[in-house]
């Protein structure tokens, strides 16, 4: 598991893949701190939390995108799939590379706290709770986005469809306003990762929340290392 | 070492390997012979653990593939059909990743070093991957195999791509190995597994259809003797003249090569040699013997004569072909 972790973390480097993602994120980061925080003169940062949100379902599909396609594609999957390790050791690997990639990122927003740090005192609680909420989501899209591209060997086809279900994410919330059924309301609302997230930008820190993130991420990486047991099989 | 058990493989209803069987020694260099699309690569893959049987399975040392794949796997050494090689990465990486993924305990840099030498790519060791050619590329996935010193290697058409020094080369490699280490080769090349090989499998739309030693399978191959001759004089007078030799079964015009010469292929029967009769009938005439040579028995002759008995009708043909179809679209 530790030699994929570290060769797609290399991999993220040795390609622009790293550097694209890490320069969107942080340019969008970066306006949305100066925008919603230097300029209102606030030491509060849940703005940026807030916008970081609709961020990451867009970088997120970067860095998941060739995770599995391009070993699919080189047939380095044989190398894989035939080395004295476990489906879910490899499915872990290239995930946990990915999520490290996405701490990466956000780990930028602890340098503004920094930033402000230096003018007054930063509510640290609530930081971190903010934080955590933002790391539970990557962890979620990370597992969709590698989940997806383990279906195919197309780069391009794993991005395309990453992009799709973040924008699905984002349109079951309007779906929700629309529809009169309580029961299908209640469903739409219960798999809403906006309202989810948005209770850790209001400052709470919800077991319920937390649970959703990771029961979502682990769903798809069982459907992950099931993708691979099938195609063995067919 | 290993042994095979009922390996079938079913693709959406297609039989690519059906029911083979066999056994290999440890020490045993066992080549692997069919024609592109026979069901090698497949059988090669479900013994790896890539892919899972249908039914039947394979035990390596005693421990099964399917139940216990991790164990199984760790004491096979595998080299697919394309090398499974990383483009972006230096071969210093790409060995340094493969040994950490298998979990070698060996001496790191003594071991890796040792490899390259064998297989003669220590003069690339830090170049990337994706800048070095074919024959480069494919002893890199000899070497990746070789990482750990497993006790099955498992070579999938390894001298595709390489020069002919470099199959030489990598010939007597895997006559060395074979020594200590258990080695199966698939080819399609009819000399190249008499040349390394101990055992021969034949592999035929997906069945097996002989498991011999090289000698045995040739003799029993080619039944009769088969010679190429080129003459210089009167085409038909030398068409009768080698019709009337002793034991002639027949004999084919190939035409006028150069001005006035014509060359024959003979056929005649196996215990028959008719060189010496040829070389004075011709001589007593004036006509000049300008070259003559053996014409080997081809592969696909080898592979008619072999898959003619295990063949019961057209249909059935017509099923395995799909079959193989198939498994091209899937690789």
């Given at each position: 598991?530790?030699?994929?972790?570290?060769?797609?973390?290399?991999?993220?480097?040795?390609?622009?893949?790293?550097?694209?993602?890490?320069?969107?994120f942080?340019?969008?980061?970066?306006?949305?701190?100066?925008?919603?925080?230097?300029?209102?003169?606030?030491?509060?940062?849940?703005?940026?939390?807030?916008?970081?949100?609709?961020?990451?379902?867009?970088v997120?599909?970067?860095?998941?995108?060739?995770?599995?396609?391009?070993?699919?594609?080189?047939?380095?999957?044989?190398?894989?799939l035939?080395?004295?390790?476990?489906?879910?050791?490899?499915?872990?690997?290239?995930?946990?590379?990915?999520?490290?990639?996405?701490?990466?990122?956000?780990?930028?927003?602890?340098?503004?706290?920094?930033v402000?740090?230096?003018?007054?005192?930063?509510?640290?609680?609530?930081?971190?709770?903010?934080?955590?909420?933002?790391?539970?989501?990557g962890?979620?899209?990370?597992?969709?986005?590698?989940f997806?591209?383990?279906?195919?060997?197309?780069?391009?086809?794993?991005?395309?469809?990453?992009?799709?279900?973040?924008?699905?994410?984002?349109?079951?919330?309007?779906?929700?306003?629309?529809?009169?059924?309580?029961?299908?309301?209640?469903?739409?609302?219960?798999?809403?990762f906006?309202?989810h997230?948005?209770?850790?930008?209001?400052?709470?820190?919800?077991?319920?929340?937390?649970?959703?993130?990771?029961?979502?991420?682990?769903?798809?990486?069982?459907?992950?290392?099931?993708?691979?047991?099938?195609?063995?099989?067919? | 070492?290993l042994?095979?058990?009922?390996?079938?493989?079913?693709?959406?209803?297609?039989?690519?390997?059906d029911?083979?069987?066999?056994?290999?020694?440890?020490?045993q260099?066992?080549?692997?012979?069919g024609?592109?699309?026979?069901?090698?690569?497949?059988?090669?893959?479900?013994?790896?653990?890539?892919?899972?049987?249908?039914?039947?399975?394979?035990?390596?040392?005693?421990?099964?593939?399917?139940?216990?794949?991790?164990?199984?796997?760790?004491?096979?050494?595998?080299?697919?059909e394309?090398?499974?090689?990383?483009?972006?990465?230096?071969?210093?990486?790409?060995?340094?990743?493969?040994?950490?993924?298998?979990?070698?305990?060996?001496?790191?840099?003594?071991?890796?070093?040792?490899?390259?030498?064998?297989?003669?790519?220590?003069?690339?060791?830090?170049?990337?991957?994706?800048?070095?050619?074919?024959?480069?590329?494919?002893?890199?996935?000899?070497?990746?195999?070789?990482?750990?010193?497993?006790?099955?290697?498992?070579?999938?058409?390894?001298?595709?791509?390489?020069?002919?020094?470099?199959?030489?080369?990598?010939?007597?490699?895997?006559?060395?190995?074979?020594?200590?280490?258990?080695?199966?080769?698939?080819?399609?090349?009819?000399?190249?597994?008499?040349?390394?090989?101990?055992?021969?499998?034949v592999?035929?739309?997906?069945?097996?259809?002989?498991d011999?030693?090289?000698?045995?399978?040739?003799q029993?191959?080619s039944?009769?003797?088969?010679?190429?001759v080129?003459?210089?004089?009167?085409?038909?007078?030398?068409?009768?003249l080698?019709?009337?030799?002793?034991?002639?079964?027949?004999?084919?015009?190939?035409?006028?090569?150069?001005?006035?010469?014509?060359?024959?292929?003979?056929?005649?029967?196996?215990?028959?040699?008719?060189?010496?009769?040829?070389f004075?009938?011709?001589?007593?005439?004036?006509?000049?013997?300008?070259?003559?040579?053996?014409?080997?028995?081809?592969?696909?002759?080898?592979?008619?004569?072999?898959?003619?008995?295990?063949?019961?009708?057209?249909?059935?043909?017509?099923?395995?072909?799909?079959?193989?179809?198939?498994?091209?679209?899937?690789?």
């Amino acid at each position: 598991m530790l030699a994929i972790l570290k060769r797609e973390m290399r991999n993220y480097f040795t390609s622009p893949i790293g550097y694209v993602y890490l320069a969107v994120f942080y340019f969008f980061a970066g306006f949305y701190f100066f925008g919603s925080t230097v300029l209102p003169n606030t030491t509060d940062l849940s703005n940026v939390f807030s916008s970081l949100f609709i961020i990451s379902l867009f970088v997120l599909p970067i860095l998941t995108m060739r995770l599995m396609s391009e070993d699919l594609k080189n047939k380095t999957d044989q190398a894989l799939l035939t080395a004295p390790i476990s489906l879910f050791s490899l499915v872990m690997g290239k995930y946990l590379a990915a999520l490290a990639m996405f701490v990466i990122g956000i780990s930028v927003t602890l340098a503004y706290a920094l930033v402000i740090a230096l003018f007054s005192t930063p509510d640290w609680a609530m930081l971190a709770g903010h934080f955590i909420g933002l790391f539970l989501l990557g962890c979620a899209l990370a597992a969709i986005g590698m989940f997806i591209s383990s279906l195919t060997e197309n780069q391009v086809v794993a991005a395309a469809g990453a992009f799709a279900a973040s924008l699905g994410l984002m349109l079951v919330d309007g779906l929700s306003s629309l529809t009169q059924n309580t029961l299908l309301k209640k469903i739409m609302d219960g798999l809403s990762f906006n309202s989810h997230y948005t209770s850790f930008t209001q400052g709470m820190l919800s077991l319920k929340d937390v649970v959703f993130f990771l029961s979502i991420c682990a769903v798809f990486l069982f459907l992950t290392v099931r993708v691979f047991e099938k195609r063995r099989w067919n | 070492m290993l042994e095979v058990k009922h390996l079938t493989k079913t693709y959406g209803g297609k039989r690519a390997v059906d029911d083979v069987s066999f056994t290999v020694e440890r020490g045993q260099i066992l080549g692997f012979l069919g024609p592109n699309g026979a069901g090698k690569s497949t059988t090669m893959n479900m013994i790896t653990g890539y892919l899972a049987s249908t039914s039947g399975t394979a035990l390596i040392d005693g421990l099964d593939i399917l139940s216990s794949p991790v164990k199984a796997k760790s004491k096979i050494g595998y080299l697919p059909e394309r090398p499974p090689l990383y483009m972006d990465m230096t071969v210093r990486e790409y060995l340094d990743f493969m040994y950490e993924l298998k979990a070698v305990r060996l001496p790191k840099e003594e071991h890796i070093g040792e490899i390259c030498e064998l297989v003669k790519i220590s003069d690339v060791y830090g170049r990337l991957i994706k800048n070095l050619s074919k024959g480069y590329r494919q002893r890199i996935g000899i070497a990746q195999a070789l990482l750990g010193n497993p006790d099955l290697l498992i070579l999938d058409e390894p001298t595709v791509g390489l020069d002919p020094k470099q199959i030489i080369d990598i010939r007597g490699l895997i006559k060395t190995l074979g020594q200590k280490q258990t080695v199966i080769l698939s080819s399609h090349i009819l000399p190249e597994v008499q040349a390394v090989c101990d055992r021969v499998i034949v592999i035929n739309k997906g069945r097996l259809v002989a498991d011999d030693t090289p000698e045995h399978l040739e003799q029993a191959m080619s039944a009769e003797h088969r010679l190429t001759v080129r003459i210089a004089g009167p085409e038909e007078e030398l068409f009768r003249l080698l019709s009337a030799l002793p034991g002639m079964l027949e004999v084919h015009r190939l035409g006028e090569r150069e001005s006035g010469t014509f060359e024959f292929s003979l056929e005649t029967g196996r215990e028959q040699d008719i060189r010496r009769e040829l070389f004075f009938r011709l001589a007593e005439k004036g006509w000049p013997l300008l070259a003559s040579r053996p014409a080997g028995l081809s592969l696909e002759e080898v592979f008619l004569s072999l898959t003619s008995e295990s063949e019961s009708g057209p249909g059935e043909q017509t099923d395995a072909e799909n079959s193989e179809a198939q498994e091209g679209g899937e690789a």
